[in-house]
């Protein structure tokens, strides 16, 4: 089946830093979705990516979707404390209604 | 508006116990997807509903099932409980299926196997 993995696990950071977390499927996705999970929180929204070699931006964070469709990226920039949590990265397949989170990327801050 | 809501919010059982879980989704919204997420981890798909008919399901036994209901709303029944059931369900609810639309997740239910 499908499997969504993120690298790295874990990433700390001094404040004013900028962060970044990969995210590979196994196989080629229609889309690609980005949600953030706060501690002791659920998963948020982002954006979504749905065309090959997409770029967008949300003030500090940009966001790519890889020219195959298999990998993107949430790059933040000078990171804040407010940026702490977990980020999920999420395919879905074509032909395929099921969203596979990835294993997430969890981010704290070192003010 | 209100948010996708889910009841209860916290739940104690006992191993071999049943448990139902329930949803109600953003007016409008009328796709509803289960996830279970173990602390920890990223969240696993367990079903997903849209007009009241199953449209996916992950990898998890028979013990877990849904059902969505004319009102769009959703409950999970997960019989026979084991540890391993001790996670956070979450669900999350989306405008019509297979177009392109974010999720919306409620709170969840933090469900203990005891």
Known sequence: ?111 | DAGVTQSPTHLIKTRGQQVTLRCSPISGHKSVSWYQQVLGQGPQFIFQYYEKEERGRGNFPDRFSARQFPNYSSELNVNALLLGDSALYLCASSRPTGANYGYTFGSGTRLTVV
């Not at chain 1, 874990?10 to 830093?17: A, C, L, T």
């Not at chain 1, 949300?58 to 980020?87: C, M, P, W």
């Open chain 1, 1 to 111: 089946g499908q499997q969504v993995m993120q690298i790295p696990q874990y990433q700390h950071v001094q404040e004013g830093e900028d962060f970044t977390t990969y995210c590979n499927s196994s196989t080629t996705l229609s889309n690609i979705q980005w949600y953030k999970q706060r501690p002791g929180g659920h998963p948020v929204f982002l954006i979504q990516l749905v065309k090959s070699g997409e770029v967008k931006k949300q003030k500090r964070l940009t966001f790519q979707f890889g020219e195959a469709k298999k990998n993107s990226s949430l790059h933040i920039t000078a990171t804040q404390t407010t940026d702490v949590g977990t980020y999920f990265c999420a395919g879905r397949g074509f032909g395929n209604e099921k969203l596979t989170f990835g294993t997430g990327t969890r981010l704290t801050i070192i003010p």
